[in-house]
Nanobody, 126 residues
Framework: QVQLAESGGGLVQAGDSLRLSCAAS????????IGWFRQAPGKEREFVTA????????WYADSVRGRFTISRDNAKNTVYLQMNSLKPEDTAVYYC???????????????????WGQGTLVTVSS
């Protein structure tokens, strides 16, 4: 079993960058696909991005492709979300999530996943 803890959220201005981290406990980190979701105030949670077990494959929502980059360091049991060119509409609580591989799009796109972190708030001011 893996437990997840996000960090790195904060208040930034539009156009700024921010990097989120998702630290995982447990010895089976490489068994899991790790991803990020976000939930803006008054909106449903949405898929942002995910990365395969050894980082060879990534998936992105259209709204963040080209601006956000997901990566993982399996030696540190950590996944990163580099967010560039932030927009006010990126304001949300960002959640880290994990699911044992292989990647099942039907589960990831709707957030039907086994493991979740507590979330970290990102606020982008205009």
């Amino acid at each position: 079993q893996v437990q997840l803890a996000e960090s790195g959220g904060g208040l930034v201005q539009a156009g700024d960058s921010l990097r989120l981290s998702c630290a995982a406990s447990g010895r089976t980190f490489t068994n899991y696909i790790i991803g990020w979701f976000r939930q803006a105030p008054g909106k449903e949670r949405e898929f942002v991005t995910a990365i395969s077990m050894y980082g060879g494959t990534t998936w992105y929502a259209d709204s963040v492709r080209g601006r956000f980059t997901i990566s993982r360091d399996n030696a540190k049991n950590t996944v990163y979300l580099q967010m560039n060119s932030l927009k006010p509409e990126d304001t949300a609580v960002y959640y880290c999530a994990a699911e044992a591989g292989p990647y099942r799009s039907t589960r990831w796109l709707v957030g039907n996943l086994a493991l979740w972190g507590q979330g970290t708030l990102v606020t982008v001011s205009s």
